[in-house]
């Protein structure tokens, strides 16, 4: 008899020990799951941003703008084009 209930004492001990992992493990599982899941959240925005700053920056009104700022490009004139002389 002594035997047995030191079986099914060990049995109690190694089944709490069992539930204790499982329920610390759930936890750092769910902790991980809403860590990811905020990233994710977080990712979505950041592309969604920056779709909208290239659309932005493809718009006619942009590129002809960086077009004369940056490169020196102007508008010609139908002067220009028949005399075939850049002033």
Not at 29 to 46: P, V, Y
Not at 60 to 65: A, F, I, K, S
């Amino acid at each position: 008899m002594a035997k047995l209930n030191l079986i099914l004492i060990l049995a109690v001990l190694a089944s709490g020990v069992v539930l204790v992992h499982n329920a610390y493990e759930s936890r750092r599982l769910f902790a991980e799951r809403e860590r990811t899941k905020s990233e994710g959240q977080r990712l979505a925005a950041d592309a969604e941003r920056l779709a909208a700053e290239r659309h932005a920056q493809a718009t006619n009104l942009r590129v002809e703008q960086v077009a004369r700022e940056r490169l020196g490009m102007r508008l010609i004139s139908p002067a220009v084009v028949a005399s075939g002389v850049t002033p």
